[in-house]
């Protein structure tokens, strides 16, 4: 079975911090890359940061360097996405996405398998 699931997101005030999980099916944990995009109202979706089936690294987008954490428990074939610092401009749907190791980045090419994504609010 292929499922990717979004762990409910939520309102956070600025500067705050929320950890979002996506549930991955076995086989999706075991051969795929993970990585976790945003998609604010009016603009492109981004990649966010990602964590390599095939080496293990972690990538980040700029704007999240620093603030945000991706992890990963393999015991409950889960990835995390924890932000912290959080800022109204990381207001966005965000969506669980794998895709081959050695075909994806922070680009949403070559991603074959999405969550439907959940909402997270940044707002004081």
């Known amino acids: 079975q292929v499922r990717l699931v979004e762990s409910e997101g939520g309102l956070v005030q600025p500067g705050g911090s929320l950890r979002l999980s996506c549930e991955a099916s076995?086989?999706?944990?075991?051969?795929?890359?993970v990585a976790w995009f945003r998609q604010a109202p009016g603009k492109e979706r981004e990649g966010v940061a990602l964590?390599?089936?095939?080496?293990?690294?972690?990538e980040y987008a700029d704007s999240a360097k620093g603030r945000f954490t991706i992890s990963r428990d393999d015991a409950n074939y889960t990835v995390y996405l924890q932000m912290d610092h959080l800022t109204p401009g990381d207001t966005a749907v965000y969506y669980c996405?794998?895709?081959?190791?050695?075909?994806?980045?922070?680009?949403?090419?070559?991603?074959?398998?999405w969550g439907h994504g959940t909402q997270v609010t940044v707002s004081s």
């Open positions: 964590l390599s089936k095939f080496d293990g690294s972690t």
């Open positions: 996405a794998a895709g081959l190791p050695l075909r994806v980045g922070l680009s949403p090419r070559g991603y074959d398998h």
């Open positions: 076995q086989y999706i944990f075991d051969y795929y890359t």
